[in-house]
Every structure is written in C-alpha cells, then in structure tokens.
C-alpha cells in the first residue's frame, strides 16, 4: 500500500498548476526567439511578454512599465533594498526582526557599506505596528520594509497602514508579498506601496521567476547590468516562458482567491484547534485570525521539530521546522524567537501550510497521527516541561477559544 | 513564422530536439536518492531506538550505578545516559538512555548505547576512548552540520562514567574537562571554540559572530586563531 503525499509545506514551493504548464509549453521548443531581436521570431516571443506584463499589471493595478521580472523573490529583495541603498549613496533603512532572511542578510551586509539599519521588534503575534515605523523614521531614512505576511508564522501585517505612515514621512515603502501572492489583495494602488516583490514558486507558478513592482518616480539603481532589459533595471535576456507562466498562476491566484480563502481558513482553523486539543502542551504561534488562509505553526514542548518532522514524514505528511536542526546555521527559528518565546519553543516549532490539493481527509488524517508522534517522542525525551510556567491557564484556553468562536461564526 | 526560416540571429538558440543528459555517477545517485538526508542506519536508529528508558520510575528500581546529562531544552539538544557497571571486571554491562533533539542525535545515542553494552559490554577505559567519530562511523555517516550530535551523546556517558566513579569512591579516576580561558574580558574558555567549530564556525569571523570572542581583547586572537585550525582538523579534518 502506498500512503497518499499529504504536501503540507506550500510556502516553501507550491506544485505548479496544469495551466501554468500547458502555458508555459510553446516557449520551451516552439517560440524560442529572443524578445530584444529585431525579427519575426523574437517578435512573437516579445508579444508573449508583453501580454504577461499586461496581465500582471491589471492584477496589480499598475502601469506595465513599473513591473520588473526577475529570477526570484530573493532578487527582486535585493533589488528594491540594494536598488534604493545605491540610488541614494547612503542612509537609513527600517525593517523588522521577523523579514526573510532576503530581507534581514541584505540589510545586514548594507549596514557593513555604510548604511545604517533598524530592526523593528514585534509583539508576541509577530506584528509590527504603524506607529513603531513612524517613530522609527529618521530625516536619513531612505526605505521602510515590511513584509506583507509572514512565512513562518502567516501573521498578515498592516501594510496599508504602515505604507500611509511612510507616505507621510516621504519615506519610500517596499513589501515582500511573496507568501502573500495567492491570497492577498496585491492592489498597489489601493495599498499605497512604493515597491512590492513577489515570486513565481508560492503561486503555483515556476520556479526561478520573480516580480519586483516599482512605482514610477522611484529611483533604482541595476544590480544586474547588461542588454538594458526591463527598463535597464535588470540585464538578461527574458525568461519568457517563467515571465509567461508567472502571470498565468499570478492571474489565476487571484481570480480564485475568494472561495479558495473561505476553503483554506476552514482547515486552517480545524487542524489548529485539532492540534491544540489533542497534543497536551502545544501552543499556536502566530495571529489567532491575522494570519494567511493555509497556515499552521505550533510549538510542542519536550520535542524537537526536526524529529517530529521525519515521523509525520512516514505518514506522507510533509512539514517544515523552525528547529535549529534544520537550519544551515544551527540557529532555531528567528521568528519565533522575536515573538518572545524562549528557545525551547522555537526548537519545538513546526510548519504545516496548505494548498489547492489540500482536502479535509488531509487534515484529518495530520490530527489523528499528531498526539501519537508526539508521545512517542516524548516517550524517549528526558524534559517534562510545565506550559504552565509560560503561559497561564487562562492563557492556554483562550487560545483554543478565539479559534472556536471564529470557527463557529 | 515559416518553417523553412533560416535562423540567422545569434541573440537566441533553438533548443535541441531531442536531449540526452549527461550525467556523472555521483549526479545521477543524487538525483535518484530519496529526500533523506539520512543513512539507512540512522533511520533505523531513529525510528527503533535501542536502549532507550522508558519511564524514571523504571531508573530507580533498576539501581544504575552512574547517571549523565548534558545539553538542555534552551540548546535543542539534551541527553540523560544511566550505566550499570560490573565492578569486578570494570565494564559497562547496562546503558539506558532518554533523548531530546533531533533524529541525529537520537539515533547516535541509540548507537552509543549499543556500542557500549554489546559483546558483554565494554570496559571503562574501552568506553573513555570511544571518539564521536567512531559513532558517526558506526552510523554510516552524519550531515556535518548534525556532527555535534554525536558528540553529545559521548558528553553523556563521560558524565555517566564520572558519576559512577564518584558514587563508588574511585575520585581519582573522575575526569575534570580542563577547560583554559581564552579571552579572559569574556570568560571564554577552549571549549567553547570547539563548541562553535562543532557548531559549524570555520573562520575567525563566524566564531566572533557566535563568541564576540577577541573583539576587546585583541591580544588573545593568535590563540583563537590556533585553536580553531585544531578542532576543525581533530573533528572535521
């Protein structure tokens, strides 16, 4: 018998959609020109971009000219931070504590070129405030960046809020949207944003392909010279079938978004009150409802997450860790850690986000094979540490309460 | 476009029809393997622990003669090891174990635990020369940055060992872990370099970014230096 994959780790890839695929088809083999040729064939290749530009710009509400496709979420960070750190020679960054690594090691090695970095701390749901980033900003400030949600713990930030904060202090603005590309409202206009990154593979498009938005007027300097592609902001000849494929799954998100979000938060909430309440000492990490449609993250205490990982693995059920173990740097999980809760929480953190594929049966099955992974793990662990001592009772039970009463509306 | 176009531009190649890849034997057994970062002994380990003690209940009727802990809940990783010990011959005849870290370190403990108690059991002096290598041998082999794990579950049964000889009044024989300051503004000792060389430090600059060791006291970067050179050979050369 072979168990059914139960994928449960879409934030870090999402499969690619079949229509994605059959759309990125011809342009393997059979259009193949160049979009910069002065001829027939670059041509045809060059129509196909421009069409993808078009569709992503209506999904963004944005003029074509102001999107940049680039090789991934990672790229297009560096170019909006990098971009506006060597457009403006020096100055002041703001972030927070919780970004992606793409975000916080950009930042960190600009603070070594003479620029100089704030990292915003969160509250315990892994949140920054508008008012922090106001207070945050300084004459010298040249860019405030604030991902949209988070890729660990899903907790959605205010960025409306924060990009009318910024907007008041002339401060330029970039997002990291790249957990937030399936379900979140990416209207850059309505948002107010400045600048916005998103990534082909959290969207069930390809890898290897991602977005940098970046509203007219704002100065970016290259980091990729070369052919003057993308309005000279990126060099390279276009990866026209991942540009192509990118806005197929990007208009496609979007589009279903509504139903889809409905389905998600139902199992979202289902898996989390199932874990709350049948693992003793577990506890939800994150926004209790300001977090995305298809995430789960909890810590169990007296466990390691790498372990509990392999032993959900058995069952087909695919999850990630914030455990040290996992990390190329021994180091648990950053975010967790900025929420407040000690290591040993962030040890025993583990990840389960959904996706399109994700049904019920699913979830169910994760719920029942939980509390006997857990036991056994803790059958063989020396600890037989108190939740108590970190959360009062009264805490614990509201945890499971909020989820249940948003539930039961 | 017509298909008997001739293709004069060279901004852009055709892909070939058809593609053969080539690939190189150890690309290939990469490919093919399974997502497991893991031997098959580790696995094995892992998913049936040997040894293990299952409750501390059953510690205090089994009488062991010496009892370890090393690590803690805060590091991710933390062993408790216990040893029966036949006094006569001064051999490890029993060694139960409790694990909390990942499957690495569950499994080198699982292992250790075999290595000491198999054949008879193992005497003492057998058991202090046992290295974290011959752990990671014995498993077929560790992720490197999963060493340190193996090296914890030999932390626990020196501990083990010490508090038998305490318990049986061998004091002489306790084994002091020397440890000699290094930076003496911050305290940091030789161990704790080799905790971070083990903890994947390879350079003057990551061991500065875990231990800010020398940053004030300068004068203490040659030995730093030296020592780093020392464990990255011993454990990783």
Request: glycine letters at 8%.
């Amino acid at each position: 018998m072979t168990t059914r994959t139960i994928y449960l780790d879409n934030a870090a890839a999402t499969p690619m959609r079949q229509e994605v695929k059959e759309a990125m088809e011809p342009f393997h083999q059979d259009i193949y020109g160049n979009p910069g040729s002065f001829n027939s064939v670059g041509h045809e290749a060059l129509e196909h971009v421009d069409g993808a530009r078009k569709t992503v710009a209506r999904v963004l509400n944005c003029a074509e000219r102001e999107l940049i496709f680039t090789g991934g979420g990672t790229e297009s960070i560096n170019l909006a931070i990098k971009g506006v750190a060597f457009a403006k020679k020096k100055g002041h960054i703001i972030t927070t504590t919780v970004e992606h690594h793409a975000v916080l090691n950009t930042c960190e090695w600009l603070e070594k070129h003479g620029f100089e970095a704030t990292y915003l701390p969160v509250d315990k749901y892994g949140m920054v405030t508008p008012e922090q980033v106001r207070d945050a900003i300084r004459p010298d400030t040249i860019l405030v960046s604030v991902m949209y949600a988070n890729n660990e713990i899903g907790t959605i930030m205010p960025i409306q809020e924060i990009a009318k904060a910024c907007k008041e202090k002339r401060v330029l603005f970039h997002t990291d949207a790249c957990q937030a590309g399936c379900s979140q409202n990416l209207n850059v206009k309505e948002l107010g944003i400045d600048m916005l990154t998103l990534n082909g593979s959290k969207i069930y498009g390809p890898k290897g392909v991602g977005l940098l938005y970046v509203r007219l007027g704002v100065q970016l300097e290259p980091l990729v010279h070369g052919g003057g592609q993308e309005g000279g902001k990126r060099g390279g000849t276009e990866n026209v079938a991942g540009i192509v494929g990118f806005a197929t799954a990007l208009a496609l998100s979007q589009q279903e978004n509504g139903q889809e979000n409905e389905r998600l938060i139902r199992l979202r909430d289902h898996l989390a009150i199932g874990i709350l309440q049948r693992v003793p000492k577990a506890v939800l990490n994150g926004h209790p409802t300001k977090r995305l449609p298809n995430n789960v993250n909890v810590s169990i205490l007296d466990i390691e997450g790498e372990a509990l990982t392999l032993l959900l693995n058995e069952h087909g059920i695919c999850t990630s860790t914030g455990s040290a173990c996992t990390s190329g740097s021994l180091e648990p999980s950053h975010v967790i850690l900025a929420t407040g809760l000690p290591y040993e929480f962030a040890h025993g953190s583990i990840r389960f986000t959904m996706g399109r594929d994700t049904t019920i049966d699913d979830i169910e099955k994760v719920i029942e094979v939980m509390p006997e992974a857990v036991k056994r793990l803790r059958a063989i662990s020396p600890y037989n540490l108190k939740l108590d001592e970190y959360f009062s009772k009264e805490e614990q039970q509201a945890m499971v309460e909020q989820l249940v009463k948003v539930t039961s509306r | 476009m017509s298909p008997g176009l001739d293709i004069l531009d060279v901004e852009s190649t055709p892909m070939p029809h058809k593609t053969e890849p080539v690939m190189h034997a150890d690309v290939k057994a990469k490919a093919e393997s399974k997502s497991w970062f893991y031997t098959d002994i580790v696995k094995d380990h892992f998913f049936n622990p040997r040894n293990i003690l299952i409750n501390d209940a059953d510690a205090e009727k089994q009488e062991f003669d010496g009892v370890g802990m090393v690590g803690s809940p805060a590091c991710g990783d933390g062993m408790k090891m216990w040893i029966k010990v036949d006094k006569e011959q001064d051999r490890i005849v029993d060694c139960k174990w409790q694990t909390f870290g990942c499957a690495s370190a569950i499994g080198s403990t699982s292992m250790l635990s075999v290595m000491v108690t198999e054949n008879g059991g193992t005497t003492i002096q057998k058991a202090l020369e046992l290295k974290p290598m011959d752990i990671m041998n014995r498993l077929g082999g560790l992720p490197t940055r999963k060493f340190h794990c193996s090296v914890l579950g030999d932390k626990a049964l020196r501990a083990a060992i010490n508090d038998h000889f305490r318990r049986s009044g061998q004091n002489d024989r306790i084994i002091v872990e020397g440890a000699r300051i290094i930076d003496p503004d911050l305290k940091i000792t030789d161990k704790d370099i080799e905790e971070a060389i083990l903890d994947g430090a390879r350079t003057i600059e990551d061991v500065q970014h875990k231990l800010k060791v020398g940053v004030f006291n300068k004068s203490c970067l040659p030995a730093v230096e030296e020592l780093i050179r020392f464990y990255t050979e011993k454990y990783f050369g």
